[in-house]
């Protein structure tokens, strides 16, 4: 049984059988005021789904872009560079970004403190500010991320204010992975599990006739990715190696802006 996987399907099954009806600022969806997944990344496990076809080359391009960018806008042409195309929904007409998501200063300073003291309760990473709201392409959905050493793991808890259960958590699960597995690699502890909170949790209307049709489809086997453990400023997507990976046929669902 590929238990990350189920956990996610049944996350899926429970909006489906229990959400209500919103409206929200771009269309309607069915929606759970909370919700949570539990991930066992340990041993390499990689919790990409496998009951649809998924393309992790972007999502491991976009936490490369992320982890070695510097304080300030963000280029498109950064994120494409490696091989990550979707950020372009949201640029400016010179192509720039502004996002509050973790960049090279917030994996430094986490780095360094749990090398420092690995039993503080205090590593995390803030992500919502209201005074930069207005100034961004887009407010962060996943708000803060803590880690917690356990021996000799290491463990994350996601925070995430809004989660598009369809398109966004799939992919939110492969980086939260990414960012726990370089942390892990970077200090010397083992990754261990990630718990993943989600506030506005939803399927769009537009998007229900296929998430029926994921929690139809098998699931069986799990997928596994190896990391160069060298720095991460160092990091490009070659050294990201996804394994025995054999999805299902995609369902092609439209990306909201």
Known sequence: MNWNEEAYRQLVIDILTEGKEVDNRN??????????????????????????????????????????????????????????????????????LRIDYPVREHFHRII?????????????????????????SLPCCHTQYQFIVENNNIHMIWTQRSADVMIGVPADMVLATIYL??????????????????????IYTEHLEGAKEYTQREHAHEPYMYIEDIPYTELKPSDFVVKDYYPEDPINFLLKE
């Open 27 to 96: 269309g309607t969806s069915r929606m759970v005021p909370g919700a949570q997944i539990k991930l066992d990344v340990s041993g390499y496990k990689l919790p990409l789904i496998t009951g649809r076809k998924m393309y992790p080359k972007g999502i491991v391009g976009e936490a490369i872009t992320l982890m070695q960018a510097g304080k300030g806008p963000i280029h498109i042409s950064e994120f494409e560079q490696n091989e990550c195309n979707y950020w372009k929904l949201w640029s400016d007409k010179q192509g720039f």
């Open 112 to 136: 360094n403190n749990i090398k420092k003291d690995p039993r503080s309760r205090r590593h995390i990473i803030d992500l919502w500010n209201e005074e930069n709201i207005p100034k961004l």
């Open 181 to 202: 597995r370089v942390i892990a690699n970077e200090t010397g502890y083992e990754a261990g599990t990630i718990t993943m909170n989600f506030g506005d949790t939803h």
